[in-house]
Protein backbone atom coordinates (compact mmCIF):
# COMPACT_ATOMS: atom_id res chain seq x y z
CA UNK A 1 0.00 0.00 0.00
CA UNK A 2 1.72 3.48 -1.00
CA UNK A 3 1.62 5.80 1.64
CA UNK A 4 3.44 8.38 -0.13
CA UNK A 5 2.93 8.76 -3.54
CA UNK A 6 4.64 10.97 -5.86
CA UNK A 7 2.90 11.81 -9.67
CA UNK A 8 4.42 14.03 -12.40
CA UNK A 9 6.52 16.10 -10.33
CA UNK A 10 7.69 19.29 -11.62
CA UNK A 11 9.50 21.31 -9.87
CA UNK A 12 12.58 24.12 -10.19
CA UNK A 13 13.94 27.34 -9.20
CA UNK A 14 12.40 30.33 -10.85
CA UNK A 15 12.32 29.70 -15.10
CA UNK A 16 14.89 26.76 -14.65
CA UNK A 17 12.73 23.40 -14.26
CA UNK A 18 15.06 20.71 -12.90
CA UNK A 19 12.46 18.21 -11.73
CA UNK A 20 10.71 16.94 -15.09
CA UNK A 21 7.60 14.93 -13.96
CA UNK A 22 9.10 12.67 -10.87
CA UNK A 23 6.56 9.25 -10.31
CA UNK A 24 7.55 7.49 -7.54
CA UNK A 25 5.63 5.49 -4.15
CA UNK A 26 6.88 4.65 -1.04
CA UNK A 27 4.91 2.35 1.45
CA UNK A 28 4.06 3.31 4.76
CA UNK A 29 6.97 2.06 7.12
CA UNK A 30 9.95 1.99 4.43
CA UNK A 31 13.07 2.98 4.01
CA UNK A 32 13.35 4.20 0.54
CA UNK A 33 16.40 5.43 -0.98
CA UNK A 34 17.30 7.86 -3.51
CA UNK A 35 20.53 8.04 -5.48
CA UNK A 36 21.55 10.01 -8.52
CA UNK A 37 24.47 11.90 -9.83
CA UNK A 38 25.67 15.35 -8.61
CA UNK A 39 22.83 17.45 -10.03
CA UNK A 40 20.07 14.82 -10.69
CA UNK A 41 17.42 17.00 -8.65
CA UNK A 42 17.49 15.08 -5.68
CA UNK A 43 17.97 18.04 -3.00
CA UNK A 44 15.22 19.68 -5.09
CA UNK A 45 12.59 16.36 -5.12
CA UNK A 46 13.16 16.33 -1.04
CA UNK A 47 12.57 20.34 -0.94
CA UNK A 48 9.19 19.73 -3.38
CA UNK A 49 8.19 17.06 -1.00
CA UNK A 50 8.54 19.38 2.08
CA UNK A 51 7.04 22.41 0.52
CA UNK A 52 10.24 24.18 0.52
CA UNK A 53 10.33 24.57 -3.34
CA UNK A 54 7.35 25.55 -5.36
CA UNK A 55 6.16 21.94 -7.46
CA UNK A 56 3.33 20.78 -9.91
CA UNK A 57 1.82 17.31 -9.93
CA UNK A 58 0.94 15.10 -7.09
CA UNK A 59 2.73 14.60 -4.24
CA UNK A 60 0.11 12.59 -1.39
CA UNK A 61 0.83 11.27 1.83
CA UNK A 62 -1.54 8.92 3.80
CA UNK A 63 -4.36 10.54 1.13
CA UNK A 64 -3.69 13.76 1.68
CA UNK A 65 -2.81 16.23 -1.03
CA UNK A 66 0.81 18.20 -0.05
CA UNK A 67 1.21 19.70 -2.95
CA UNK A 68 1.38 23.34 -2.66
CA UNK A 69 0.97 23.66 0.77
CA UNK A 70 4.06 26.03 2.78
CA UNK A 71 6.56 24.29 4.59
CA UNK A 72 4.89 24.71 8.14
CA UNK A 73 1.53 22.80 6.95
CA UNK A 74 3.59 20.36 5.32
CA UNK A 75 5.51 19.81 8.83
CA UNK A 76 2.66 19.84 10.81
CA UNK A 77 0.85 16.96 8.63
CA UNK A 78 3.91 14.86 9.56
CA UNK A 79 7.01 15.32 7.28
CA UNK A 80 9.88 15.96 8.92
CA UNK A 81 13.00 17.47 6.32
CA UNK A 82 17.04 17.18 6.88
CA UNK A 83 18.38 18.93 4.95
CA UNK A 84 21.81 18.56 3.55
CA UNK A 85 24.34 20.53 6.00
CA UNK A 86 21.95 19.90 8.65
CA UNK A 87 20.09 23.22 9.21
CA UNK A 88 21.08 23.03 13.17
CA UNK A 89 21.53 26.56 14.64
CA UNK A 90 24.56 27.16 15.61
CA UNK A 91 24.15 29.61 18.57
CA UNK A 92 21.55 27.93 20.27
CA UNK A 93 21.86 24.91 22.74
CA UNK A 94 20.98 21.11 21.48
CA UNK A 95 18.11 21.29 23.57
CA UNK A 96 16.90 24.67 22.12
CA UNK A 97 17.51 23.20 18.63
CA UNK A 98 15.67 19.73 19.87
CA UNK A 99 12.67 22.09 21.38
CA UNK A 100 12.35 24.06 17.99
CA UNK A 101 11.80 20.83 16.65
CA UNK A 102 8.53 20.65 18.68
CA UNK A 103 7.49 23.74 17.28
CA UNK A 104 4.31 22.31 15.36
CA UNK A 105 3.22 20.80 19.36
CA UNK A 106 1.97 21.85 22.42
CA UNK A 107 4.34 22.16 25.15
CA UNK A 108 4.09 19.67 27.91
CA UNK A 109 4.72 15.96 29.14
CA UNK A 110 4.42 14.76 25.45
CA UNK A 111 7.46 17.41 24.41
CA UNK A 112 9.54 16.11 27.74
CA UNK A 113 8.86 12.73 26.40
CA UNK A 114 9.90 13.03 23.17
CA UNK A 115 13.26 14.72 24.78
CA UNK A 116 14.11 11.90 26.73
CA UNK A 117 13.31 9.68 23.82
CA UNK A 118 15.75 11.64 21.57
CA UNK A 119 18.37 11.07 23.79
CA UNK A 120 17.78 7.61 24.30
CA UNK A 121 18.59 7.37 20.44
CA UNK A 122 21.37 9.94 20.75
CA UNK A 123 23.50 8.85 24.23
CA UNK A 124 26.00 11.53 23.04
CA UNK A 125 23.27 14.65 22.77
CA UNK A 126 21.90 14.18 26.48
CA UNK A 127 25.44 14.94 27.94
CA UNK A 128 25.33 17.92 26.01
CA UNK A 129 22.07 19.03 25.83
CA UNK A 130 23.23 22.59 27.56
CA UNK A 131 26.12 22.79 25.07
CA UNK A 132 26.01 25.54 22.05
CA UNK A 133 25.14 23.50 18.24
CA UNK A 134 28.29 25.26 17.25
CA UNK A 135 30.39 23.45 19.71
CA UNK A 136 29.25 19.77 17.92
CA UNK A 137 31.32 17.29 16.38
CA UNK A 138 29.70 16.88 12.63
CA UNK A 139 28.25 13.40 13.49
CA UNK A 140 26.71 15.22 17.00
CA UNK A 141 25.18 17.93 14.56
CA UNK A 142 23.97 14.95 12.18
CA UNK A 143 22.72 13.57 15.43
CA UNK A 144 21.20 16.67 16.51
CA UNK A 145 19.52 17.24 13.12
CA UNK A 146 17.66 14.07 13.30
CA UNK A 147 16.85 14.19 16.85
CA UNK A 148 15.24 17.95 15.93
CA UNK A 149 13.58 16.16 12.91
CA UNK A 150 12.28 13.35 15.51
CA UNK A 151 10.69 15.85 17.86
CA UNK A 152 8.22 16.55 15.26
CA UNK A 153 7.10 13.02 15.65
CA UNK A 154 7.22 12.57 11.60
CA UNK A 155 5.72 10.12 9.91
CA UNK A 156 8.16 10.71 7.27
CA UNK A 157 11.40 11.42 7.59
CA UNK A 158 13.14 13.25 4.67
CA UNK A 159 17.43 13.06 4.98
CA UNK A 160 19.71 14.84 2.42
CA UNK A 161 23.23 13.57 2.44
CA UNK A 162 23.01 12.67 6.10
CA UNK A 163 26.95 10.83 5.88
CA UNK A 164 28.54 14.28 3.89
CA UNK A 165 31.37 15.14 5.91
CA UNK A 166 31.21 12.21 8.35
CA UNK A 167 33.74 9.50 9.08
CA UNK A 168 32.70 6.24 7.77
CA UNK A 169 32.02 4.99 11.41
CA UNK A 170 29.97 7.73 12.39
CA UNK A 171 28.35 6.83 9.36
CA UNK A 172 27.50 3.60 9.97
CA UNK A 173 26.45 4.24 13.45
CA UNK A 174 23.76 6.95 11.95
CA UNK A 175 22.44 4.72 9.63
CA UNK A 176 22.12 1.70 12.22
CA UNK A 177 20.09 4.81 14.28
CA UNK A 178 17.98 5.99 11.83
CA UNK A 179 17.13 1.97 10.95
CA UNK A 180 16.30 1.53 14.90
CA UNK A 181 13.76 4.36 14.36
CA UNK A 182 12.41 3.60 11.23
CA UNK A 183 12.12 -0.35 12.87
CA UNK A 184 10.69 1.23 16.31
CA UNK A 185 8.79 4.31 15.32
CA UNK A 186 7.40 2.54 12.10
CA UNK A 187 8.76 6.52 10.38
CA UNK A 188 9.28 6.17 6.88
CA UNK A 189 12.22 7.15 6.04
CA UNK A 190 13.15 8.50 2.25
CA UNK A 191 17.14 8.95 2.22
CA UNK A 192 18.89 10.61 -0.76
CA UNK A 193 22.91 9.51 -0.42
CA UNK A 194 25.81 10.00 -2.20
CA UNK A 195 26.98 6.46 -0.41
CA UNK A 196 24.81 4.21 -2.40
CA UNK A 197 26.20 1.09 -0.80
CA UNK A 198 24.99 2.52 2.73
CA UNK A 199 21.90 3.84 1.65
CA UNK A 200 20.70 -0.14 -0.39
CA UNK A 201 22.28 -1.28 2.83
CA UNK A 202 19.02 0.20 4.84
CA UNK A 203 16.43 0.53 2.23
CA UNK A 204 14.03 -1.51 0.84
CA UNK A 205 13.56 0.55 -2.24
CA UNK A 206 15.47 2.83 -4.02
CA UNK A 207 15.26 5.31 -6.92
CA UNK A 208 17.59 6.07 -9.55
CA UNK A 209 16.88 9.91 -10.21
CA UNK A 210 18.93 11.22 -13.48
CA UNK A 211 18.16 14.80 -14.81
CA UNK A 212 14.88 15.23 -13.08
CA UNK A 213 13.64 11.85 -14.11
CA UNK A 214 13.18 8.36 -12.14
CA UNK A 215 15.28 5.79 -14.77
CA UNK A 216 15.00 3.43 -12.62
CA UNK A 217 13.20 2.05 -9.52
CA UNK A 218 13.00 -1.66 -7.55
CA UNK A 219 14.29 -3.36 -4.48
CA UNK A 220 17.14 -2.53 -3.38
CA UNK A 221 18.49 -5.89 -4.61
CA UNK A 222 17.01 -5.30 -7.85
CA UNK A 223 19.02 -1.62 -8.49
CA UNK A 224 22.31 -3.11 -6.59
CA UNK A 225 22.38 -5.89 -8.96
CA UNK A 226 21.86 -3.17 -12.06
CA UNK A 227 24.87 -3.27 -14.01
CA UNK A 228 24.81 0.38 -14.81
CA UNK A 229 23.91 1.38 -11.25
CA UNK A 230 26.99 -0.78 -9.83
CA UNK A 231 29.23 0.95 -12.39
CA UNK A 232 28.27 4.76 -11.82
CA UNK A 233 27.52 4.62 -8.24
CA UNK A 234 29.03 1.48 -6.58
CA UNK A 235 32.02 1.75 -8.20
CA UNK A 236 32.50 -2.18 -9.70
CA UNK A 237 32.55 -4.16 -12.71
P1 LIG B 1 23.90 17.29 -5.34
O1 LIG B 1 24.18 15.87 -5.06
O2 LIG B 1 25.01 17.97 -6.04
O3 LIG B 1 23.34 18.06 -4.18
P2 LIG B 1 21.23 17.02 -6.39
O4 LIG B 1 20.87 15.82 -7.17
O5 LIG B 1 20.77 17.11 -4.97
O6 LIG B 1 22.78 17.24 -6.47
P3 LIG B 1 19.95 19.56 -6.70
O7 LIG B 1 20.73 20.15 -5.57
O8 LIG B 1 18.53 19.28 -6.53
O9 LIG B 1 20.68 18.24 -7.20
O10 LIG B 1 20.18 20.52 -7.95
C1 LIG B 1 19.60 20.30 -9.21
C2 LIG B 1 19.83 21.51 -10.08
O11 LIG B 1 19.16 22.64 -9.50
C3 LIG B 1 21.27 21.90 -10.24
O12 LIG B 1 21.47 22.25 -11.59
C4 LIG B 1 21.44 23.10 -9.33
O13 LIG B 1 22.40 23.98 -9.85
C5 LIG B 1 20.05 23.73 -9.36
N1 LIG B 1 19.76 24.42 -8.09
C6 LIG B 1 19.78 23.86 -6.86
N2 LIG B 1 19.42 24.75 -5.92
C7 LIG B 1 19.14 25.90 -6.56
C8 LIG B 1 18.72 27.20 -6.14
N3 LIG B 1 18.48 27.48 -4.85
N4 LIG B 1 18.54 28.13 -7.10
C9 LIG B 1 18.77 27.85 -8.40
N5 LIG B 1 19.17 26.65 -8.86
C10 LIG B 1 19.37 25.69 -7.96
Known sequence: MSFLVVEGLVAGYGEARVLHGVDLSVAEGEICAILGPNGAGKTTLLRALSGMVRARGVIRLGGTALTGRPPDAVARLGVAHVPEGRGTFMP?????????????????????????????????????????????????????ALG???MLRPRVLLLDEPSLGLAPLVTRELFRIVQAINQEERTTVVVVEQNAHLA?????????????????????????????????????R
Open 200 to 236: LGVARQAHVLETGRIVLSGTAERIRADEQVAQSYLGY
Open 148 to 150: RAL
Open 92 to 144: LTVEENLRLGAFVRRRGREVEDDLDRVCTYFPPLRDRLGQVAGSLSGGEQQML
